[in-house]
């Protein structure tokens, strides 16, 4: 083993970035962050329903520094690869760890959203960069006008399949979330017995949160709330 690899191996980042829980950790820090934007992200699209002069104006503001734009443009990349490799690790892992399937397979002490957090994140990641194309690109949208998101969001949920794909995804959003933020408080030792039902409760609470904020806006375009 060459100098150079005793002396990565040696770096306590590496060695953090090696172990389970350092993997696990990375996930956890890498989701809030995650976590935050999509809060965040809901709380500006709910500006929607105060028409298109004020979403609008909202969007414009995003655009005012563009550098500022792109430096949280990278940050979000660097952590949704950070997650994912470390998603994938583990899973790798775990898989290795019991290599032989059991026999017949009973989930104790398991939720679904648990259980479904593998796939549902590939599903996630893929409703991203088609949402991407449709309402930032406009390369799916056959009535996209460059500036006027008003109009593009109407345009693209009065579709009644572009908003079935979109509530869909955000069913899925919620369940990665529900378990997402539970993992969070349990990978950095936030949790205990006192308060694993207070904190299973939050993460529900801001996963039933952030599925009505996003599912109000394409129901709100098909209902004629908003128009």
Known sequence: MSSTAIGLRDNKAVRLWDSTNGKKAVMAVSGFILFLFVLGHMLGNLQVFEGPAQFNRYAQLLRILPEGLWAVRIILIIMVILHIVAAVQLALRKRAARPIGYAKRKPVGSTYASRTMYWSGPIILAFVIYHLLDLTTGNLNPS????????????????????????????????????????????????????????????????????????????????????
Not at 185 to 209: I, W
């Open 144 to 227: 996209f006008i460059e500036g006027d998101v008003y109009h593009n969001v109407v345009a693209s949920f009065s579709n009644p399949i572009v908003s079935a794909w979109y509530i869909f995804a955000m069913v899925l959003l919620a369940l990665h979330l529900r378990h997402g933020v539970w993992s969070m408080f349990n990978s950095l030792g936030l949790s205990g017995p006192r308060y694993t039902a207070m904190l299973r409760r939050a993460a529900t609470f801001f996963a039933v949160l952030i599925f009505l904020g996003f599912i109000s806006v394409p129901i709100g375009v098909l209902t004629g709330v908003v128009r």
